[in-house]
């Protein structure tokens, strides 16, 4: 199966529209250095990969470039071979120049083409990597530690198809050594036996584990449906087996509806098994993974304009510009400070009867799998769905959003509001009003997007209670209580507020939705 591809590029207008709400916030700060963000990193297993980057180094000094040279195999063995010293850990490498913020956050998981000799060898690559000398485990030690000393949590790395036997104990030892602690395993270990030599020789690894799937759910041409996954399934029986399961490569521009379907179904078909104890990782949909309690292994990164032409980038293309929504990562990883994610087991799963169905008609240069070139896809999705929660209420004059929330096992709440998709009209939002009963739970309370109106319901009254909002990417709380509407046990924001709150701290020409903490006092 060919490996993925993924887009990205204004200002953030869209706080301009709020802008005259601002002078009064700012002048409303509780009391000085308030944060309701904890200082230490989450220990989630998040990563950032380095596979998108990697598919977007071929072509920036080219007059032109096609393509066809991108897509499939061919697009494959460039990004392998682009995976060197210099542009990992040199002076402007990616190590050096990527998410500064929460690098403390992340693994930096390397991808394809770190390793010689094969996709599970675990030698690091001399020719690339040439001022790591010694054994392989001394060699993989020190490029744990210049990894570290950039700032991040520390390395993580990618394999395919594991050797299996006594071999397998020889790559989990290597990685003992080098203090490596998480690998990200494509395909491969159908036995599961790496977890029995983890068990047996005691080493601190946490897996990831997958079952391959194409980029587009079930028959892409009528209504792109997952379908479900009962347990017992074999996706479940890998789930089962693993410490985290990711939902797998999709497109760029139907990304959103591809993974919460795949989620949904991990999800319901998850539930009962007391002892499973498996992470769901949703990849780069970071707010997804924010909102429902999932890792995710981040893609997108900051670079475009450095390819010829129309800039073409399989893995990130389309109206979203996910590579200019660099705050939702670190508003998605500031959350999980405070709502760390949880069993993909734990809980009941609510999901609406209600069906959302997306669609593109794929362009080349959109897409690294050849046969959509040309061809209109679908995706469907659930409209709503909620982990521990009654579902979102959702009303519209015309189309909806997708909605999704949580309730986290620290008594944290979170609700997330997100685009639509269709030809000619990628990633826009469909005015709605949202509803969330949060009933006893003490918060905090995330939320994710926007809307044209989100009320919190609560199982008590609100009378006399101070409301405080923080834009996920600051460091400082506001005090909104006059900002916002509080009527019995229902506290109501306007998309004003969402907006006005949520988009306080924006980096120089960033265009994220919204990502707020609210807390009652």
């Known amino acids: 199966m060919n490996r993925r591809n993924f887009v990205l590029s204004?200002?953030?207008?869209?706080?301009?529209?709020?802008?005259?709400?601002?002078?009064?916030?700012?002048?409303?700060?509780?009391?000085?250095?308030?944060?309701?963000?904890?200082?230490?990193?989450?220990?989630?297993?998040?990563?950032?990969?380095?596979?998108?980057?990697?598919?977007?180094?071929?072509?920036?000094?080219?007059?032109?470039?096609?393509?066809?040279?991108?897509?499939?195999?061919?697009?494959?063995r460039l990004a392998h071979d682009a995976m060197n010293e210099q542009v990992l850990l040199g002076k402007d490498g990616w190590a050096h120049e990527f998410f500064p913020r929460i690098r403390k956050d992340l693994y930096l998981m390397l991808d394809d083409g770190w390793e010689s000799g094969g996709t599970a060898t675990f030698e690091l690559d001399a020719a690339k990597f040439p001022s790591f000398p010694g054994s392989p485990a001394e060699r993989l030690a020190a490029l744990n530690k210049a990894i570290q000393a950039a700032d991040?949590?520390?390395?993580?790395?990618?394999?395919?198809?594991?050797?299996?036997?006594?071999?397998?104990?020889?790559?989990?030892?290597?990685?003992?050594?080098?203090?490596?602690?998480?690998?990200?395993?494509?395909?491969?270990?159908?036995?599961?036996?790496?977890?029995?030599?983890?068990?047996?020789?005691?080493?601190?690894?946490?897996?990831?584990?997958?079952?391959?799937?194409?980029?587009?759910?079930?028959?892409?041409?009528?209504?792109?449906?997952?379908?479900?996954?009962?347990?017992?399934?074999r996706r479940q029986q890998i789930l089962a087996h693993t410490d985290v399961y990711r939902t797998y490569d999709v497109t760029s521009i139907l990304s959103l509806p591809t993974?919460?379907?795949?989620?949904?179904?991990?999800?319901?078909?998850?539930?009962?098994p007391t002892d499973l104890h498996t992470l769901l990782n949703v990849e780069d949909e970071v707010y997804v993974a924010a909102v429902m309690g999932c890792t995710?292994?981040?893609?997108?990164?900051?670079?475009?304009?450095?390819?010829?032409?129309?800039?073409?980038?399989?893995?990130?293309?389309?109206?979203?510009?996910?590579?200019?929504r660099m705050d939702e990562v670190v508003r998605a990883l500031h959350w999980q400070r405070i709502a760390p994610p949880f069993s993909a087991g734990s809980g009941s799963v609510e999901v609406s009867e209600e069906i959302l169905t997306d669609s593109w008609t794929f362009e080349r240069g959109q897409t690294w799998e050849t046969?959509?070139?040309?061809?209109?896809?679908?995706?469907?999705?659930?409209?709503?769905?909620?982990?521990?929660?009654?579902?979102?209420?959702?009303?519209?004059?015309?189309?909806?959003?997708?909605?999704?929330?949580?309730?986290?096992?620290?008594?944290?709440?979170?609700?997330?509001?997100?685009?639509?998709?269709?030809p000619g009209r990628a990633w826009y939002m469909p005015p709605a009003n949202v509803e969330l009963h949060v009933g006893d739970a003490p918060g905090p309370y995330g939320v994710f997007g926007?809307?044209?109106?989100?009320?919190?319901?609560?199982?008590?009254?609100?009378?006399?209670?101070?409301?405080?909002?923080?834009?996920?990417?600051?460091?400082?709380?506001?005090?909104?209580?006059?900002?916002?509407?509080?009527?019995?046990?229902?506290?109501?924001?306007?998309?004003?507020?969402?907006?006005?709150?949520?988009?306080?701290?924006?980096?120089?020409?960033d265009l994220s939705s919204p990502g707020i903490v609210l807390t009652l006092r």
């Open 259 to 272: 993974t919460l379907d795949r989620l949904t179904q991990m999800l319901k078909g998850a539930q009962g």
């Open 10 to 76: 204004g200002a953030a207008t869209a706080l301009a529209a709020f802008a005259d709400e601002l002078p009064a916030l700012k002048s409303s700060v509780p009391k000085a250095g308030e944060n309701l963000i904890p200082e230490t990193p989450s220990g989630a297993p998040n990563y950032w990969c380095t596979w998108a980057v990697q598919n977007y180094t071929y072509g920036h000094h080219l007059q032109e470039l096609r393509p066809e040279i991108l897509e499939g195999d061919s697009g494959s």
């Open 450 to 509: 926007s809307c044209a109106t989100l009320t919190l319901v609560f199982d008590r009254p609100l009378a006399g209670k101070r409301v405080l909002a923080q834009d996920l990417a600051s460091d400082e709380a506001l005090d909104v209580t006059d900002r916002v509407r509080i009527d019995g046990q229902r506290l109501q924001l306007t998309e004003a507020n969402l907006r006005s709150f949520g988009l306080r701290s924006v980096s120089k020409g």
């Open 152 to 233: 991040w949590r520390g390395a993580a790395l990618w394999c395919r198809n594991t050797p299996g036997g006594m071999k397998d104990e020889h790559l989990e030892m290597l990685s003992q050594q080098a203090e490596v602690r998480y690998w990200k395993i494509d395909i491969g270990d159908p036995e599961f036996h790496l977890v029995d030599v983890r068990k047996a020789e005691h080493t601190q690894l946490q897996f990831e584990h997958v079952h391959g799937e194409p980029p587009l759910n079930g028959d892409w041409r009528r209504d792109g449906r997952f379908g479900a996954q009962p347990w017992g399934s």
């Open 371 to 422: 046969d959509l070139v040309g061809q209109t896809a679908h995706q469907g999705a659930p409209a709503c769905i909620a982990r521990d929660l009654p579902l979102p209420r959702v009303t519209a004059t015309r189309e909806k959003p997708f909605v999704f929330a949580s309730r986290f096992p620290n008594g944290a709440v979170a609700i997330g509001v997100q685009e639509r998709t269709h």
């Open 296 to 324: 995710m292994g981040v893609l997108r990164h900051p670079l475009d304009g450095l390819r010829p032409g129309a800039d073409t980038d399989l893995f990130f293309n389309g109206s979203r510009q996910a590579k200019r």
